[in-house]
């Protein structure tokens, strides 16, 4: 094995010859990622055989050789479970990999053959192309570190939607609470894990906008103390000389400890050993759940979304441009699952993907960062199909439900702007999971993949 300082310089020589890339594959629980990443590694091995990459001109063109698998560079980060997502897709009948549910790595070789040979004809050239996956709730936690832990319980309470009553439970015990008397450990974790409780519920009724993220994907942290805080309501009315007064035993004290460390050693090291390192960056987006979930989980996605963008605007004022120095140069949004509509409703999830996040596009616009947006599906599961309609020819889907059953429906029309309380009276929007389709041994089946990879990786193999 190389010794770590030739690996680091090896890894300097490779970035400044431009020959290295950083890929961070991120988005919301269920958005996809796992698939994604499985997919596309996938992809870039069966590239210049049996994988269908015509969006991308150096795999159209022949000049890509394929794709290998090597050590990863952050020994400490786990590697992502390619295999185990690959064993679980080849089963009988085919299973969806299991989610990953932190930071992951994997490291792959491409070799290609340039746009203009030099002098050497049938040269090659290598790209290292380091990916990683982790999970979007990560970066709901970047506004917590404009905060401080008064203001961080303001923004936090008072939703008034139907997610405080997913709370009840925590804010019954919290009115108990006094600020200013001694902390019972006991009870602090008990009222923590209720508001943990909170959060998952929320999540599993289909919210997303929840802070702090790592209770919803603790990983390695599980049950550690410093996952045990939670906002104090009305304690940004408290007044500020007063707090300071009370003695560090105090729940107050304790709760603002355990909150700042949590943004010192939990959230500000991701962004700088991990995130200021990538080069470019895809967004997931599970838009079509969302529209399955109605209108309050759609509109939660929306501020979700809003805030997990801030991570990506380095304009001279944003909060994280003033703490890091992020070098991502290129920036991809994909609303994913493009096959569980009709192909004729592909620009519409487009359409409605770049309307739900104008806001931050007009941000990531003005700080000079391109972005593309685009639908995809990454393990195309159905078989779009022309039907018979009443005497007219519609588009439909077929595929295998995940109960087994063959279906041929046609799911609905995916709206191009941002919903009206007429459309959710009107139709809404129902969809069915599919089953991923049986694999002959080949490249998986995919919808656009090739143009996410011409975008994030194209540039770096003429
Ligand atoms: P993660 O939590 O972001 O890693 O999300 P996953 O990659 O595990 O995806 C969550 C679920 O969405 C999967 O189990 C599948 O049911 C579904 N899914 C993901 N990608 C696709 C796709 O390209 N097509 C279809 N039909 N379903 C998908």
Do not use: C
Request: glycine share 8%; no cysteine; aromatic share 8%.
């Amino acid at each position: 094995m190389r010794q770590p300082l030739t690996r680091e310089l090896h890894d300097l020589l490779e970035r400044g010859r431009d020959r290295q890339l950083r890929l961070a594959v991120t988005g919301l629980s269920r958005s996809g990622k796992t698939a994604f990443l499985t997919s596309l590694v996938n992809q870039l091995r069966h590239a210049g055989l049996e994988a269908r990459l015509d969006l991308l001109p150096a795999a159209r063109d022949g000049r890509l050789l394929g794709a290998r698998r090597v050590e990863q560079h952050d020994l400490g980060v786990p590697r992502f479970p390619f295999d185990r997502a690959m064993s679980a897709l080849d089963d009988h009948p085919p299973r969806w990999p299991e989610p990953t549910r932190g930071i992951s790595e994997l490291r792959l070789v491409l070799r290609y053959r340039p746009l203009r040979p030099g002098l050497m004809s049938g040269e090659t050239r290598r790209l290292t192309l380091d990916l990683f996956d982790y999970p979007g709730e990560w970066l709901l936690d970047l506004p917590l570190l404009g905060h401080d832990y008064p203001s961080w319980s303001r923004s936090q309470t008072g939703h008034g939607d139907a997610r405080e009553a997913l709370f009840a439970d925590w804010h019954r015990e919290v009115a108990t609470l006094d600020p200013a008397q001694e902390v019972d450990e006991g009870r602090l974790a008990e009222i923590a894990e209720r508001y943990a409780e909170g959060l998952r519920a929320a999540r599993e009724a289909g919210f997303s906008d929840l802070q702090p993220g790592r209770f919803l994907l603790p990983g390695e942290l599980e049950g550690a103390p410093v996952l045990q805080f939670f906002p104090l309501p009305g304690i940004a009315d408290a007044d500020p000389a007063q707090l300071a007064q009370l003695p560090p035993e105090s729940l107050y004290a304790t709760l603002a400890r355990r909150f700042r460390h949590y943004q010192q050693h939990i959230v500000r090291p991701f962004y700088r050993d991990h995130f200021r390192r990538f080069d470019r960056q895809i967004v997931l987006v599970d838009i079509l759940g969302a529209l399955n979930a109605g209108p309050e989980r759609f509109e939660d996605l929306s501020r979700a979304l809003g805030r997990l963008m801030q991570s990506f605007d380095y304009g001279r004022r944003s909060l994280l441009s003033r703490l890091f120095a992020p070098r991502i140069d290129r920036l991809a949004i994909a609303a994913t699952k493009a096959d569980h509509v009709t192909p004729e409703q592909h620009a519409r999830m487009t359409g409605l993907l770049e309307t739900l996040l104008a806001e931050p596009l007009k941000d990531l616009h003005f700080a000079n960062v391109p972005v593309r947006a685009l639908s995809l599906a990454a393990i195309r599961a159905t078989e779009a199909r022309e039907v018979n309609h009443q005497g007219q020819r519609q588009s439909a889907l077929r595929g295998t439900t995940l109960a087994g059953e063959e279906a041929l429906l046609f799911p609905g029309e995916v709206p191009s702007r941002l919903p009206d309380a007429d459309f959710w009276a009107r139709q809404g929007f129902t969809f069915t999971a599919f089953r991923p389709l049986p694999r002959d041994g080949g490249a998986l089946p995919h919808i656009r993949m090739d143009a996410a990879l011409d975008w994030l990786i194209g540039d770096k193999l003429q």
